[in-house]
């Protein structure tokens, strides 16, 4: 499903707005992804108010952490296609999951916070999954 733009806008400026890097083609993912140096959080952004509204708050806390990774991503399921599916690509064993919160260190996914993870816990218990990674990997 294709959701538009004016819908989705919101959700997308409340990860930019705290310096999340939105990859909107599959050669931004490509690009960020292939680096094969540093560490990376990539939100997989969706719709779904039921865990992707409280994906994106623990997503945003992350940002705050003492110890965080490189880069702050995000690409939107449900919109932008490509570059979701080439997302998910580098996320492999994991299937396919929206929203979902993946982190990668060198160029290889080291944990991945899948959607059955986030759907009924409070972003402050997402957030805690979150820096407890970023304790072990910063």
Do not use: W
Request: some cysteine.
């Amino acid at each position: 499903m294709n959701y538009p733009e004016q819908m989705c806008a919101p959700m997308r400026a409340d990860l930019t707005s705290v310096g999340f890097v939105e990859l909107r083609t599959p050669e931004e993912v490509t690009d960020l992804l292939d680096k094969k140096e540093g560490t990376i959080l990539l939100m997989v952004n969706s719709v779904c108010g039921c865990a992707a509204g409280n994906a994106r708050p623990a997503a945003k806390m992350a940002t705050e952490f003492d110890k965080k990774v490189d880069v702050f991503a995000t690409v939107f399921a449900g919109q932008d296609i490509g570059a979701t599916a080439k997302a998910r690509e580098y996320m492999a064993p994991f299937p396919p999951s929206s929203p979902c919160i993946a982190v990668f260190k060198d160029g290889n996914i080291v944990h991945c916070i899948e959607r059955h993870h986030i759907e009924g816990r409070p972003a402050e218990m997402i957030a805690d999954n979150i820096k407890d990674c970023f304790d072990q990997l910063c």
